[in-house]
T-cell receptor, first 118, second 113 residues
Framework: AQKITQTQPGMFVQEKEAVTLDCTYDTSDPSYGLFWYKQPSSGEMIFLIY??????QNATEGRYSLNFQKARKSANLVISASQLGDSAMYFCAMREGRSGGSNYKLTFGKGTLLTVNP | KAGVTQTPRYLIKTRGQQVTLSCSPI?????VSWYQQTPGQGLQFLFEYFSETQRNKGNFPGRFSGRQFSNSRSEMNVSTLELGDSALYLC????????????FGQGTRLTVV
């Protein structure tokens, strides 16, 4: 079974509107972290936001927020007020195990290609 | 501070050759991990090094190897290149503790012909 599922291969949004990118995950480890990365056409992976499994509140970073629903095992990324520069691939990723432990391995979803229209 | 630096950015190699890719992590980061990205398989974990020791390895053949030096710089090597090894190879560095996001380099795009 896939550990990270992103069901939207592509999404379109109008500039200045909000968009939600879906991510569901599968793990039996009670301790895990969820990440969102942005990959422009240049190839570099840019860290956007992080949510720990024990965090009580949803993470926010500027225009990015993470809608964390632990019981449903979902970690959707919400981008508010979309900008043309937000057009890129977006990847959801998970790290299982305690932060700082002996396992730094990220498992990525297949990604969602977001296109922001003017 | 400087980010993760990967060299070279682009490489073209012939089947059967070997290649070495280099990654310099962010200063102070001791964990370096490598990922292969292809259109068909997406992003796949290759291996992770911490303090010169390989801690974790993905499901790749033995042709893929790596090492880490005392200054945390890492290299990965692919021997006997195959056409299917054509990919973007990404290196990530991280520190330990707390919100330990991984910071990625711009990648090395390898083309095997």
């Amino acid at each position: 079974a896939q550990k990270i599922t992103q069901t939207q291969p592509g999404m379109f949004v109008q500039e200045k509107e909000a968009v939600t990118l879906d991510c569901t995950y599968d793990t039996s480890d009670p301790s895990y972290g969820l990440f969102w990365y942005k990959q422009p056409s240049s190839g570099e992976m840019i860290f956007l936001i992080y949510q720990g499994s024990y965090d009580q509140q949803n993470a926010t970073e500027g225009r990015y927020s993470l809608n964390f629903q632990k019981a449903r095992k979902s970690a959707n990324l919400v981008i508010s007020a979309s900008q043309l520069g937000d057009s890129a691939m977006y990847f959801c990723a998970m790290r299982e195990g305690r932060s700082g432990g002996s396992n730094y391995k990220l498992t990525f979803g297949k990604g969602t290609l977001l296109t922001v229209n003017p | 501070k400087a980010g993760v630096t990967q060299t070279p950015r682009y490489l073209i190699k012939t089947r059967g050759q070997q290649v070495t890719l280099s990654c310099s992590p962010i200063s102070g980061h001791r964990s370096v991990s490598w990922y292969q990205q292809t259109p068909g398989q997406g992003l796949q974990f290759l291996f992770e090094y911490f303090s010169e020791t390989q801690r974790n390895k993905g499901n790749f053949p033995g042709r893929f190897s790596g090492r880490q030096f005392s200054n945390s710089r890492s290299e990965m090597n692919v021997s006997t290149l195959e056409l299917g090894d054509s990919a973007l190879y990404l290196c990530a560095s991280s520190s330990l503790g707390g919100n330990t996001e991984a910071f990625f380099g711009q990648g090395t795009r390898l083309t095997v012909v």
